[in-house]
């Protein structure tokens, strides 16, 4: 009976910890958003918020000559099952070591 009061009291004790913590970081975030939209960014003096940064983008939205990239990055067009199939058959024939002798069409 002991070890069950002691397991509710040490279980108590941790939720109550995770929900401190959990309305501290709601907090937290909702004070840096209403800094953020006022252009206030971290790593920034307010000094030096009247010049604007510009945020930087990730490397692979960029070209070769590093201008960002403004058209889509993956196109996938559908297809059916036989197509692929087809595909991947010709993959397979096309490798070397493959012969056909050996293989089981089904």
């Known amino acids: 009976m002991l070890l069950h009061l ?3 009291l040490a279980f108590t004790v941790l939720a109550l910890l995770a929900v401190g913590n959990l309305i501290r970081n709601l907090m937290t975030l909702g004070v840096e958003s ?10 920034v003096s307010q000094a030096g918020s009247s010049s604007r940064q510009e945020p930087i983008p990730h490397p692979e939205l960029l ?3 590093g201008n960002v990239i403004n058209e889509p990055l993956l196109v996938m067009r559908s297809m059916s099952v036989e197509d692929a199939r087809e595909q991947l058959d010709a993959l397979y024939e096309s490798s070397p070591g493959s012969s056909t002798d050996s293989r089981d069409d089904v």
């Open 6 to 8: 002691l397991y509710i």
């Open 34 to 43: 209403q800094r953020a939209s006022r252009g206030w960014s971290p790593g």
């Open 63 to 65: 070209d070769s000559t």
